[in-house]
């Protein structure tokens, strides 16, 4: 909580966290109103839960870490759900493989949703019990379990696409308007300075623990773009023979896109030499003004390259959205696409939020000073901090009230499923 909720009365917090609490685990359920059973169980990847698992692993995560523990001699629905639905909790136990979920045909849809019923209800019950000493010591952990569970909502916005799809038929999630095929606002150069910043979270509300501690870090003068980098831009990339020339990429990435045949970003295609993208509204023309995303940090990395420019670090990107609003296309307003910038007066850069996940040139590593919790919690983060990159800014599938300035995604370097593109920076003032 901030500054404000940290000075209600105990009794308020715990009503304002049940409500929060109720409204997340509504809005799981509604994401899959589109959904007819088979859509449920299909894993297209190994990357890819699918839907019905993203459902129990959620209700798992509560009943794990607050209900077992809170309330006496609990009893859950099956002892095997906690093989089943654990995902990487290695001090809780053995786990079912990762890339075999979708080849879990029982519990069933009907059995998942009474289950998730189940710990609903014991979860009101047990907040609504709680003294105000109790809830006090249970709070920080009920907000991560929330926090976690609108994760998992933008896993089963991505992962429903990237199974849509490999379906021929190109099935639409939900239908949302076409776009204006406007052109793109031009993009301008915004300078910094050098200086010392104060990056990462500080305050009372929640954030996840790799976002702290608050420390100090010396940023050279740079600049940014004012906006996101569109499909239009990306696409002269490929017509200048982009994926072909080595000199642009890494050579991890070029063995990569080698290995994996990329020719273009993620679901684009062309039919009848027409380029066409595949969204959560089905199969649609490119619309060269939006923001280019499901790039790799290795095809962002590239496209800098080409560019003449680089991806910003994650300091320089906190430092420059330190005062935009946290404005954007986020999955609240069920388009689940991000939206071009047709239009653009402001002095400040735009499109930082809620549009895609900006790659940037940080390795996810610790702040100075960060200590993982103790237990199983402790593996919520920490144990990822390697081999992986930093994206910041939310995306149009991340729930605005999950978003926050200091929020600190991360990914390997080939992850492309995500609702991930780039913002251009460069060094020195203009």
């Given at each position: 909580m901030d500054s404000s909720l940290s000075a209600m009365p105990v009794q308020a917090r715990q009503a304002r966290l049940i409500e929060h609490y109720q409204t997340v685990?509504?809005?799981?359920?509604?994401?899959?109103?589109?959904?007819?059973?088979?859509?449920?169980?299909?894993?297209?990847?190994?990357?890819?839960?699918?839907?019905?698992?993203?459902?129990?692993?959620?209700?798992?995560?509560?009943?794990?870490?607050?209900?077992?523990?809170?309330?006496?001699?609990?009893?859950?629905l099956h002892p095997q759900y906690a093989y089943l639905f654990n995902s990487y909790y290695v001090t809780l136990g053995k786990r079912h493989c990762r890339p075999k979920r979708g080849l879990?045909?029982?519990?069933?849809?009907?059995?998942?949703?009474?289950?998730?019923?189940?710990v609903d209800q014991q979860m009101l019950a047990l907040l609504i019990a709680?003294?105000?000493?109790?809830?006090?010591?249970?709070?920080?952990?009920?907000?991560?379990?929330?926090h976690h569970e609108q994760q998992h909502q933008e896993l089963m916005l991505t992962d429903?696409?990237?199974?849509?799809?490999?379906?021929?038929?190109?099935?639409?999630?939900?239908?949302?308007?076409?776009?204006?095929?406007?052109?793109?606002?031009?993009?301008?150069?915004?300078?910094?300075?050098?200086?010392?910043?104060?990056?990462g979270y500080e305050g009372q509300s929640f954030a996840f623990?790799?976002?702290?501690?608050?420390?100090?870090?010396?940023?050279?003068?740079?600049?940014?773009?004012?906006?996101?980098?569109?499909?239009?831009?990306?696409?002269?990339?490929?017509?200048?023979?982009?994926?072909?020339?080595?000199?642009?990429w890494l050579s991890s990435g070029w063995y990569t896109r080698e290995d994996a045949g990329w020719t273009a970003p993620l679901y684009w295609e062309q039919l009848d030499g027409v380029w066409q993208q595949m969204t959560l509204g089905g199969l649609r023309p490119l619309d060269l003004a939006e923001p280019v995303c499901h790039l790799s940090y290795y095809e962002a990395d590239a496209f800098a390259r080409w560019a003449g420019k680089r991806l910003p670090t994650e300091?320089?990107?906190?430092?420059?959205?330190?005062?935009?609003?946290?404005?954007?296309?986020?999955?609240?307003?069920?388009?689940?696409?991000?939206?071009a910038l047709n239009l653009d007066n402001s002095t400040l850069p735009q499109q930082m939020f809620g549009e895609v996940w900006q790659w940037t040139q940080s390795a996810y590593s610790p702040y100075p000073g960060f200590q993982p919790a103790a237990g199983a919690l402790g593996e919520y983060n920490?144990?990822?901090?390697?081999?992986?990159?930093?994206?910041?800014?939310?995306?149009?599938?991340?729930?605005?009230?999950?978003?926050?300035?200091t929020y600190r995604n991360f990914f390997p370097p080939d992850a492309r499923w995500q609702f991930s593109g780039l913002r251009l920076a460069a060094d020195g003032e203009a």
């Open positions: 685990r509504q809005f799981s359920e509604y994401l899959c109103e589109p959904l007819v059973t088979e859509d449920y169980v299909i894993q297209s990847m190994p990357d890819v839960s699918p839907t019905k698992w993203h459902l129990a692993h959620t209700s798992w995560f509560f009943e794990t870490f607050v209900l077992t523990q809170a309330v006496p001699n609990y009893q859950t879990i045909s029982r519990p069933t849809v009907e059995e998942t949703y009474r289950y998730r019923a189940y709680m003294d105000a000493e109790t809830f006090a010591r249970w709070e920080p952990i009920l907000d991560l379990g929330i429903l696409k990237h199974v849509f799809s490999e379906n021929p038929l190109r099935p639409a999630y939900r239908e949302f308007a076409p776009s204006n095929q406007q052109p793109a606002a031009p993009l301008r150069w915004l300078s910094y300075p050098e200086g010392i910043v104060w990056l623990d790799n976002e702290s501690p608050r420390h100090r870090q010396f940023v050279h003068s740079f600049k940014l773009a004012s906006r996101l980098v569109t499909n239009g831009e990306y696409l002269a990339f490929i017509e200048d023979a982009g994926y072909a020339r080595q000199d642009l300091a320089e990107w906190e430092l420059a959205a330190q005062t935009v609003p946290l404005d954007g296309s986020y999955a609240d307003a069920g388009r689940y696409h991000p939206t920490g144990k990822f901090m390697s081999g992986q990159y930093v994206l910041r800014g939310a995306s149009c599938a991340t729930s605005r009230s999950h978003a926050r300035l």
